[in-house]
T-cell receptor, first 113, second 114 residues
Framework: NAGVTQTPKFRVLKTGQSMTLLCAQD?????MYWYRQDPGMGLRLIHY???????AKGEVPDGYNVSRLKKQNFLLGLESAAPSQTSVYFC????????????FGPGTRLTVT | DQQVKQNSPSLSVQEGRISILNCDYT??????FLWYKKYPAEGPTFLIS?????DKNEDGRFTVFLNKSAKHLSLHIVPSQPGDSAVYFC?????????????FGTGTSLTVIP
């Protein structure tokens, strides 16, 4: 039972390159979230999904796209990476009912040069 | 604009003493509040939560207090232990009013000195 996993753990991109971050869960939770963490900024929501086939924008969605084709996977895409997207990215899941706590993945550290 | 604020970026406490971490919020629709703990190179982990119908919730050494009129919550850790050294984030939600989103503060880095 791995919980929430993220792939890759680290990545260095050049400006203009594209990549996809994968979040996978085995908890069967409906809600999935992508956050970025930057120094002095806390965790900011990029996009989220309330179920398979659905996505919605969060606080800082520009420059990112997401897809939730399967319930257990939530993909975050950067079509043309910019240095401002250098950050640590966290995926989180939430059951969406009684308990409000989210479960987080270990993070992906992305550097855009 | 930041809806959840943690105005103290860092806090140092002696082992055995009380640690008090503070959090303020601006959105009166928030009805559920959570604290997360984060070690370096790991994802945040849930610590304790409180619903707006309560003003206190306790779990072992950790107690969260909520003052709705002041839009303020605090996390008390008693006694503090070196293993508590981490970054603590508070978070708030008004699901479904906020579209099932959670809003996080900027974090407070706690150092417990042995």
């Amino acid at each position: 039972n791995a919980g929430v996993t993220q792939t890759p753990k680290f990545r260095v991109l050049k400006t203009g390159q594209s990549m996809t971050l994968l979040c996978a869960q085995d908890m069967n939770h409906e809600y999935m979230y992508w956050y970025r963490q930057d120094p002095g900024m806390g965790l900011r929501l990029i996009h989220y999904s309330v179920g398979e086939g659905t996505t919605a924008k969060g606080e800082v969605p520009d420059g990112y796209n997401v897809s939730r084709l399967k319930k257990q996977n939530f993909l975050l895409g950067l079509e043309s990476a910019a240095p401002s997207q250098t950050s640590v990215y966290f995926c989180a899941v939430w059951e969406g009912q009684v308990a409000y706590e989210q479960y987080f993945g270990p993070g992906t550290r992305l550097t855009v040069t | 604009d930041q809806q959840v604020k943690q105005n103290s970026p860092s806090l140092s406490v002696q082992e055995g003493r009380i640690s008090i971490l503070n959090c303020d919020y601006t959105n009166s629709m928030f009805d559920y509040f959570l604290w997360y703990k984060k070690y370096p190179a790991e994802g945040p982990t849930f610590l304790i939560s409180i619903s707006s119908i309560k003003d206190k919730n306790e779990d072992g050494r950790f107690t969260v207090f909520l003052n709705k009129s002041a839009k303020h919550l605090s996390l008390h850790i008693v006694p503090s232990q070196p293993g508590d050294s981490a970054v603590y984030f508070c978070a708030a939600s008004a699901s479904p009013n906020t579209g099932n989103q959670f809003y996080f503060g900027t974090g407070t880095s706690l150092t417990v000195i042995p």
